[in-house]
């Protein structure tokens, strides 16, 4: 972590130490009943606890002193506490010369006295004050009726005395800072209960962690649209947990805001046991295992929202996609790997048909999608055959059997950003990418075989309406 980070980029101390009470099994002086969680920022400076925005009902009023043990960077001042504050616990009392017993605050003013529980008079205290600033400026926007916020964005709403006649503050928090000790009662020791119960309580992976303990850090530390990555998801705990996550988020009536996180999960398909219950039940790999969570826990939250009154509101995206690692759909030009004339010319077929034998289209437009740095959840539209050139399709002359079926003629994506086109081009669909106005067009090289004033007469019709237009 320290090489692929940077060992400045560790979170405060750099670990959270996660309660465990695991099992007694191999253990016979010390029992391990606790595990490390290692953090790291990509810029940990730019690390910030989301929590506050995530759940901000659950955040209780931060109360604290308005002052502190003098200091060569704190030393004392004197701040006048106006009159109307309120005194805890008391009704009538009179404090003259000092309050205080640790750290003593001097009362400059003849005395400081309350009256049914607030203060009489402007009274004046002798201290260190850390939040000299602030106070003041409460004081003065009570006055005037405008609200006071600290440098993180929280609300001072109210100054006041304890029993003791001691200054104290209240505001609201924003956020809150995890612990480094995870010590839930709610998260359970490991996950195989719960995905026994997705996996009609068959135990097809040993010991995976626990939903919750994701859900825990995930929610200090990611919201709105952010992309929580799992490089070892084994059954796909974590997007279990995000999918959980903007659930609860959907709950409170923030899922437009905070409940649209996505995941991206990385397995190698390592194969199961075939002695195992995983194998037994059809999983062959530990990444079948976490595609078939992903889709059960996706049926149960649909499956809970249909049993709800206001199903449309807040409606959570339950989408995902799989793709597997593989080589390319094209035909890769090896200057270096032919010692023949036949090799030669077997290379040079790659600028006819750079596509090789066998490709399916859908991998080929998702390998062009990568290639061209679009996101692989990106909105993918496909335009069929049968809705170019409609005048055509009515019995009119010179059909095109061609344009007739139903297949992809191209695929739009992200409404206009980019048009691929991989299974034919002619002037009719050129026209129709044309009136799209994409930004920019992807098609075959060998769609123009046998038609070069096709291929010329695309490429200035591109070009005057502005469009990149590339062949592959």
Known sequence: MNEIFGEENTLD????????????????????????????????????????????????KLEHYC????????????ITFKAGCKIEGKENIAFTKKVGDEVNLEIISDEMKFENGILVNDVTLRGAFPYRNQIEQFFKNKDSNKQTFDYKGQKWLEIYFNRKGLPRYRKERKFKIISSI???KNIPNYGSNEIKSFFEQKEVFEFPKPTELIKHISSYFTFSNDIILDLFSGSSTTASAVLDLNK?????????????????????????????????????????IGKERIRRVIKKIEDEQREKLNFEENKQDLGFKVFKLQESNFKIWRGDKFETGE???????????????????????YELLLKSGIDMNCKIEKIPLSLVAPERRKGGRGVDSDLSGDGVCYYLINENELVIALSKINEEIVKNIIETKPFKVITLDKLFEGSDQLKTNTILQ???AGIEFKVV
């Open 13 to 60: 101390r750099g670990s959270l130490i996660w309660v465990n009470k695991g099992s007694t099994k191999g253990f016979n002086k010390i029992v391990k009943n606790h595990e490390y969680i290692l953090a790291y920022g990509r810029k940990a400076e730019l690390v910030k606890s989301v929590y506050g925005l995530n759940f901000p009902e659950r955040l209780e």
């Open 67 to 78: 002052f502190n043990k003098p200091n060569p960077g704190n030393p004392d001042c004197n």
């Open 182 to 184: 995870i010590d839930n």
């Open 248 to 288: 609860e988020n959907a709950s409170t009536g923030s899922a437009q805001v905070y409940g649209n996180r996505k995941f991206i999960m990385v397995q190698l398909p390592e194969k199961t046991d075939e002695k195992s219950e995983a194998f037994k039940a059809g999983y062959e790999t530990i990444a079948d």
């Open 343 to 365: 090799e030669l010319e077997k290379q040079l077929l790659a600028f006819v048909n750079p596509v090789k034998e066998g490709s399916i289209e859908e991998n080929m437009l």
């Open 462 to 464: 591109m070009k005057d």
